[in-house]
Nanobody
Framework: QVQIVESGGGWVQPGGSLRLSCAAS????????IAWYRQTPGKNNEWVAT???????TYRDSVKGRFSLFRDNAKNTVYLQMNSLEYEDTAVYSC?????????WGQGTQVTVSS
């Protein structure tokens, strides 16, 4: 069983930065594919970025150049560095860990971009 815990959300002004963390329990962390999603009320869950177990990273177009995703297997943690935040980035951000056919989700962390 893998437990996922997100942290690092909060309030930030437009143009600001936040770093989200996705920590996963268990010795299988290095084999997990980790993806970040975000959701706002009334909208579907939106994929943000993924890092594979091999370290390959992909981003949705709207965050390319602003968000960076990287993993630290020694700390069982994946980080989502978010820069140049925009109003449209406001959402609950959730982390999904996948190994084989199993998905594990965290509870999410709120990011609010507001002046």
């Amino acid at each position: 069983q893998v437990q996922i815990v997100e942290s690092g959300g909060g309030w930030v002004q437009p143009g600001g930065s936040l770093r989200l963390s996705c920590a996963a329990s268990g010795s299988t962390f290095s084999t997990l594919r980790i993806a970040w999603y975000r959701q706002t009320p009334g909208k579907n869950n939106e994929w943000v970025a993924t890092v594979t177990s091999g370290g390959v990273v992909t981003y949705r177009d709207s965050v390319k150049g602003r968000f960076s995703l990287f993993r630290d297997n020694a700390k069982n943690t994946v980080y989502l560095q978010m820069n140049s935040l925009e109003y449209e980035d406001t959402a609950v951000y959730s982390c999904r860990g996948t190994i084989g056919l199993k998905d594990y989700w965290g509870q999410g962390t709120q990011v609010t971009v507001s002046s």
